[in-house]
């Protein structure tokens, strides 16, 4: 070997031997992982507070379809025109909703319980979808075509009896909390 030439396990001329090279790439082992938590939990999170995790009763959702295949339901401020249902009552996923006409919806997973759904609606609130076993209620104007039922009265108890004397068709009662919907329904 000639002189001065580092054999080619010994140190590089100079005597001092280099410190190994660190990838440029290395730091993304760590990165990546933090990033698929931070993202993982942040969807958990803003699932949890604007879908029905959080929902309790008295709160409102948005929901387009009362079916196995339909989007998961909003919590969304009870006034904005998109809030259909108000909830009752959420109970244990076996138990039963109390007593009254609410509309269900049972969510499973690490926690099932179940959404037991009042119709939101004010005096004088026209709905389509009204009739239809699986569509959401969609508030639409009196004069729409597609209307299927108009609410006539409000009663803050749970008795048919509130909607005597009006042109009410339908009503809807309900235990928790006490209410009775008198609704018009289109023929």
């Given at each position: 070997?000639?002189?001065?030439?580092p054999d080619a396990?010994?140190?590089?001329?100079?005597?001092?031997?280099?410190?190994?090279?660190?990838?440029?790439?290395?730091?993304?082992?760590?990165?990546?992982?933090?990033?698929?938590?931070?993202?993982?939990?942040?969807?958990?999170?803003?699932?949890?507070?604007?879908?029905?995790?959080?929902?309790?009763?008295?709160?409102?959702?948005?929901?387009?379809?009362?079916?196995?295949?339909?989007?998961?339901?909003?919590?969304?401020?009870?006034?904005?025109?998109e809030a259909n249902?108000?909830?009752?009552?959420?109970?244990?996923?076996?138990?039963?909703?109390?007593?009254?006409?609410?509309?269900?919806?049972?969510?499973?997973g690490r926690m099932?319980?179940?959404?037991?759904?009042?119709?939101?609606?004010?005096?004088?609130?026209?709905?389509?979808?009204?009739?239809?076993?699986?569509?959401?209620?969609?508030?639409?104007?009196?004069?729409?075509?597609?209307?299927?039922?108009?609410?006539?009265?409000?009663?803050?108890?749970?008795?048919?009896?509130?909607?005597?004397?009006?042109?009410?068709?339908?009503?809807?009662?309900?235990?928790?909390?006490?209410?009775?919907?008198?609704?018009?329904?289109?023929?």
């Amino acid at each position: 070997m000639p002189v001065g030439q580092p054999d080619a396990f010994g140190p590089p001329p100079g005597g001092q031997p280099m410190a190994p090279k660190r990838s440029k790439i290395g730091w993304l082992r760590f990165a990546i992982p933090v990033l698929v938590v931070l993202i993982g939990g942040g969807l958990f999170l803003f699932n949890y507070f604007t879908g029905t995790g959080s929902a309790q009763a008295g709160d409102c959702l948005s929901v387009t379809e009362f079916s196995r295949k339909a989007d998961d339901p909003k919590k969304i401020d009870c006034g904005a025109p998109e809030a259909n249902v108000k909830i009752g009552a959420r109970v244990a996923g076996d138990e039963s909703c109390p007593e009254g006409d609410y509309d269900t919806i049972s969510m499973t997973g690490r926690m099932s319980y179940k959404l037991c759904l009042i119709i939101n609606v004010k005096q004088g609130d026209c709905l389509k979808g009204f009739k239809s076993d699986t569509a959401g209620y969609q508030k639409v104007s009196c004069t729409d075509p597609a209307k299927d039922a108009e609410l006539v009265k409000i009663a803050n108890a749970a008795d048919k009896a509130s909607c005597e004397g009006t042109e009410a068709t339908l009503v809807a009662t309900y235990s928790t909390p006490p209410t009775t919907l008198c609704l018009k329904t289109a023929e």
